[in-house]
């Protein structure tokens, strides 16, 4: 399939968590293919890509707010009227989540529900891709590739709360947009993502870097797992 750059041009795209690390790269990408490109997330980290970037020059409008306030969140977006919605909004970290699976499972699953909702009653949007991970399956006890017809499952609250979130996109799909030929809703296994303005602890290539440039010993977590690239 040949990609149609000419497409995004001027194309109202709306961006949940803008401020983080893929959230960022897509901005610039859009912005270089001539879109109008609208950010909800919460305030970038001191340390971030999109300050780094200076990336709310790109934006025509900069929303610094909790995916988890359904109130707002129908507020822009029904202000905006997009007509594409990416859905990154999400507690993203692993570690992170045994210390706070409550906000996890509210920000990945009530988080997904608030945006579904919302978009229920604004005809503009066409089209809503929905960021997950490929730590949605089951972990199988022999080394195998996982295909998207596998089970799901998890051990730990964000891959559970990943999981979760693609049973309620099924959910609204079966019982809300089934009919509906006008809108395409789908939700992305993304694996591991490398790329510059990645600043999150724990990350096994930046802290490669890391331990290069300050010269300190690089410490292996679970070494001998096996890492989808």
Known sequence: MKFNRN????KKVFITGHTGFKGSWLILVLSIFGS?????????????????ANLNKLLISNIYADIRNIHLLKKQLRKTKPQIVFHFAAQSLVFESFINPKTTFETNVLGTVNLLETIRGINSIK???????DKVYK???????YKEIDELGGNDPYSASKASCELVVNAYLKSYFGK????????????????GGDYSNNRLIPDIIKSINLNKQLTIRNPNSVRPW
Not at 7 to 10: D, E, L, Q, V
Not at 139 to 145: A, G
Request: aromatic letters at 12%; proline letters at 2%; a positive charge.
């Open 180 to 195: 509906k030929k006008n809108i395409y809703i789908s939700t992305a296994r993304s694996g591991n993502v490398i790329g």
């Open 36 to 52: 109008k490109i609208y950010g909800y997330s919460l305030k970038p980290l001191k340390r971030s890509l999109f300050k780094k």
């Open 7 to 10: 497409f995004w041009k001027n």
């Open 127 to 133: 089209s809503v891709v929905i960021i997950t991970t």
């Open 139 to 145: 972990i199988k006890k022999i080394n195998n590739k």
